[in-house]
């Protein structure tokens, strides 16, 4: 046919790279001359302009870039043409930038060699299919890790709080997120919350079977209430097949952060971020993600994806809560509010070490003894004395909870932790953190290491003693991940499975995936590879 060769037809180009598809094809709007487009097994679309000399066009599309490429017939009248477009997100450095972010490239191409548009549209859409096939990404090869890739086309439900961050989610939906899905052929439902507890209520009782993933556009808060929705459901175990995603739309933005950081790009914010994420979430590749089951005191079960803590870090989160129009920077005016009245929280840390192996085969035997966990303080919850609940034994609690996965490692509130546990012999506390995820808000690396699946609680502990100076250094730091290196004796990092927090007074703030529960003692564990989200590796 006019205007197009096999692979067949010449010696492979460029290089040595197989060549797949090769034409000679005008790109629009330009119309003037052909342009040598040639398709290589290496995932490269080389454009080449007809013209010699130095000016002449020359681009290498990179389908790894690559997240849609879609066919189409023409709008003319006068001319049966067909056309294909492809659509690539680069990392560019604008010369206003000190990084490289993705920005958007799409190249169409005319289709016109024959006079019927039918034969024209079926050479568009060759080209096309072969763009999209090249295009999808690579599936990792890790034992005992699954990845995936999301069906094609797919259907996605975008649970969206308008109000969450700066109030732009929906905004920046429209603006940023709904092109690119457009692009990769990704059929949308938007589902905007009006209320709290709003996407917990219709994930935990609608009808999920019409969409291939949940998509939650705003803070971490939103991404909470989804998880723990899907557990509430009867068929959980099977929802939690389903792939999550986050696309930033709040101001704190955690998991978003961390996901671009495991994909190996360079830190983001606001709308670099969101695109980051969109992109990630286009090319579809899915992974298994770590969930921590909390309990409390007063019988309250949840899942956590993200964080547990009390003190000061929580403190600061929940402070910052009056500034989050200000976006990102509420952080940094929650700080210098919460230092300016440094408080220090009396309680006993135990926890489970990662590696530490069990000292018998059911948790409730072999308990210390020891007269760092004698009980001789009273446990409260919001400033009064509670009674501690004892834990449902397994198999008896109401369905779905029933069916939850044991948390194995943990032991009811009336009893002392197992032996092989480490009780904390310090009972003063600035800080006590545990999260699961590298970062801890867009711009705070907290756990620069962490996996989304590693088995791990990464706990930091800021013992009583620092001052007001050294932990403004800390959390400056901790933007940069490079907290640890300060070498401060007070703070203390360790990877667990499982851990305790027991105040003895009720004071500061207890938040989890930054949404604040009351003071009371909680103990968790980590269950590994409990739910899927669209990220990796």
Same mark, same amino acid.
């Given at each position: 046919?006019?205007?197009?060769?096999?692979?067949?037809?010449?010696?492979?180009?460029?290089?040595?790279?197989?060549?797949?598809?090769?034409?000679?094809?005008?790109?629009?709007?330009?119309?003037?001359?052909?342009?040598?487009?040639?398709?290589?097994?290496?995932?490269?679309?080389?454009?080449?302009?007809?013209?010699?000399?130095?000016?002449?066009?020359?681009? +290498?599309?990179?389908?790894?870039?690559?997240?849609?490429?879609?066919?189409?017939?023409?709008?003319?009248?006068?001319?049966? #043409? #067909?056309? /294909?477009?492809?659509?690539?997100?680069?990392?560019?450095?604008?010369?206003?930038?000190?990084?490289?972010?993705?920005?958007?490239?799409?190249?169409?191409?005319?289709?016109?060699?024959?006079?019927?548009?039918?034969?024209?549209?079926?050479?568009?859409?060759?080209? #096309?299919?072969? @763009?999209?096939?090249?295009?999808?990404?690579?599936?990792?090869?890790?034992?005992?890790?699954?990845?995936?890739?999301?069906?094609?086309?797919?259907?996605?439900?975008?649970?969206?709080?308008?109000?969450?961050?700066?109030?732009?989610?929906?905004?920046?939906?429209?603006? =940023?997120?709904?092109?690119?899905?457009?692009?990769?052929?990704?059929?949308?439902?938007?589902?905007?919350?009006?209320?709290?507890?709003?996407?917990?209520?219709?994930?935990?009782?609608?009808?999920?079977?019409?969409?291939?993933?949940?998509?939650?556009?705003?803070?971490?808060?939103?991404?909470?209430?989804?998880?723990?929705?899907?557990?509430?459901?009867?068929?959980?175990?099977?929802?939690?097949?389903?792939?999550?995603?986050?696309?930033?739309?709040?101001?704190?933005?955690?998991?978003?952060?961390?996901?671009?950081?495991?994909?190996?790009?360079?830190?983001?914010?606001?709308?670099?971020?969101?695109?980051?994420?969109?992109?990630?979430?286009?090319?579809?590749?899915?992974?298994?993600?770590?969930?921590?089951?909390?309990?409390?005191?007063?019988?309250?079960?949840?899942?956590?994806?993200?964080? /547990?803590?009390?003190?000061?870090?929580?403190?600061?989160?929940?402070?910052?809560?009056?500034?989050?129009? &200000?976006?990102?920077?509420?952080?940094?005016?929650?700080?210098?509010?919460?230092?300016?009245?440094?408080?220090?929280?009396?309680?006993?840390?135990?926890?489970?070490?990662?590696?530490?192996?069990?000292?018998?085969?059911?948790?409730?035997?072999?308990?210390?003894?020891?007269?760092?966990?004698?009980?001789? =303080?009273?446990?409260?919850?919001?400033?009064?004395?509670?009674?501690?609940?004892?834990?449902?034994?397994?198999?008896?609690?109401?369905?779905?909870?029933?069916?939850?996965?044991?948390?194995?490692? &943990?032991?009811?509130?009336?009893?002392?932790?197992?032996?092989?546990?480490? +009780?904390?012999?310090?009972?003063?506390?600035?800080?006590?953190?545990? @999260?699961?995820?590298?970062?801890?808000?867009?711009?705070?690396?907290?756990?620069?290491?962490?996996?989304?699946?590693?088995?791990?609680?990464?706990?930091?502990?800021?013992?009583?003693?620092?001052?007001?100076?050294?932990?403004?250094?800390?959390?400056?730091?901790?933007?940069?991940?490079? =907290?640890?290196?300060?070498?401060?004796?007070?703070?203390?990092? @360790?990877? +667990?499975?499982? /851990?305790?927090?027991?105040?003895?007074?009720?004071?500061?703030?207890?938040? +989890?995936?930054?949404?604040?529960?009351?003071?009371?003692?909680?103990?968790?564990?980590?269950?590994?590879?409990?739910?899927?989200?669209?990220?990796?590796?």
């Amino acid at each position: 046919m006019a205007g197009w060769q096999g692979p067949e037809d010449g010696s492979p180009q460029p290089g040595s790279a197989e060549v797949l598809l090769r034409g000679q094809l005008p790109l629009v709007p330009e119309l003037k001359h052909s342009c040598a487009l040639t398709l290589t097994r290496s995932a490269e679309l080389h454009i080449q302009g007809a013209e010699a000399g130095p000016d002449s066009l020359s681009i +290498v599309l990179k389908l790894a870039d690559c997240i849609g490429c879609c066919s189409f017939r023409g709008g003319e009248t006068q001319e049966p #043409a #067909a056309y /294909f477009s492809v659509f690539c997100y680069p990392f560019k450095k604008g010369w206003w930038d000190s990084s490289a972010s993705r920005q958007k490239v799409v190249k169409t191409f005319r289709v016109s060699g024959s006079q019927d548009v039918e034969e024209n549209l079926k050479l568009a859409e060759t080209w #096309a299919k072969k @763009i999209r096939e090249l295009s999808l990404p690579k599936i990792p090869k890790q034992e005992g890790v699954t990845y995936s890739l999301l069906p094609r086309p797919c259907r996605v439900l975008v649970l969206l709080n308008p109000h969450s961050g700066t109030g732009r989610a929906l905004q920046l939906f429209h603006s =940023h997120v709904q092109p690119m899905l457009t692009e990769a052929n990704i059929a949308f439902t938007v589902f905007v919350t009006d209320r709290p507890n709003h996407a917990h209520d219709f994930v935990q009782n609608g009808d999920l079977s019409s969409w291939n993933a949940l998509v939650v556009m705003a803070g971490d808060g939103l991404m909470f209430e989804v998880v723990n929705g899907l557990m509430k459901r009867q068929d959980w175990e099977s929802a939690l097949k389903k792939p999550l995603c986050i696309l930033p739309g709040g101001s704190g933005n955690a998991l978003a952060a961390s996901i671009n950081h495991y994909a190996g790009n360079e830190p983001a914010i606001k709308e670099e971020l969101l695109t980051n994420c969109t992109y990630i979430l286009c090319k579809g590749l899915h992974t298994p993600m770590d969930l921590v089951s909390l309990c409390t005191a007063s019988g309250k079960r949840l899942f956590s994806f993200l964080s /547990f803590g009390w003190g000061f870090i929580s403190d600061v989160d929940i402070t910052s809560e009056r500034y989050r129009k &200000l976006g990102t920077a509420r952080f940094t005016m929650g700080t210098v509010q919460c230092l300016a009245k440094l408080e220090v929280y009396k309680g006993r840390l135990s926890y489970l070490p990662v590696g530490e192996t069990s000292a018998s085969s059911s948790p409730y035997s072999e308990q210390s003894s020891s007269s760092g966990q004698s009980g001789h =303080h009273t446990c409260y919850r919001n400033g009064h004395p509670i009674q501690i609940l004892p834990q449902t034994a397994p198999g008896v609690s109401h369905v779905p909870e029933a069916t939850w996965p044991e948390d194995s490692l &943990l032991v009811p509130f009336d009893q002392p932790v197992p032996k092989h546990w480490t +009780v904390e012999p310090e009972e003063e506390f600035i800080s006590i953190f545990a @999260i699961y995820q590298s970062h801890l808000g867009a711009d705070y690396v907290m756990a620069p290491k962490a996996k989304l699946h590693d088995g791990s609680i990464h706990l930091f502990y800021l013992k009583a003693g620092v001052s007001r100076t050294a932990l403004l250094k800390l959390f400056l730091a901790i933007q940069k991940g490079t =907290h640890m290196d300060l070498n401060y004796p007070q703070l203390r990092y @360790i990877p +667990v499975r499982a /851990f305790r927090i027991e105040p003895f007074v009720a004071a500061g703030l207890m938040t +989890v995936d930054g949404e604040m529960l009351p003071c009371e003692p909680v103990q968790g564990q980590v269950h590994n590879q409990l739910c899927r989200i669209i990220g990796g590796p």
